[in-house]
């Protein structure tokens, strides 16, 4: 069973940075791809950023130039950096990998946005 867990999302004031992270409970050399989701109330859950295994990333065109994905095999993990953040980047964020045709999330992490 892999189990996912983030952290670094909290308030933030527009034109501010986070770097959310996740951190896998197994070794995430075989997860491919490993990326993050969002999820604002009422409205369905979408792709943010995602990276596979020969580093090829995709970005909503939403965060477009605003974020950064990563991972680092060696710490289990994966990270995302948004940086000048807007109001409507308020959302729980969601970290994900597929690995063996499995997808695994983790619990969330809320980002608020201030204007």
């Known amino acids: 069973q892999v189990r996912l867990v983030e952290s670094g999302g909290g308030l933030v004031q527009a034109g501010g940075s986070l770097r959310l992270s996740c951190v896998a409970s197994?070794?995430?050399?075989?997860?491919?791809?490993v990326g993050w989701y969002r999820q604002a109330p009422g409205n369905q859950r979408e792709s943010v950023a995602q990276m596979d295994d020969a580093g090829t990333i995709e970005y909503a065109e939403s965060v477009k130039g605003r974020a950064t994905i990563s991972r680092d095999n060696a710490k289990n993990a994966h990270y995302l950096q948004i940086d000048n953040l807007k109001p409507e980047d308020t959302s729980v964020y969601y970290c994900?990998?597929?690995?063996?045709?499995?997808?695994?999330w983790g619990r969330g992490t809320q980002v608020t946005v201030s204007s």
């Open positions: 197994v070794s995430t050399s075989s997860f491919n791809p």
């Open positions: 994900f990998v597929h690995r063996w045709g499995s997808t695994y």
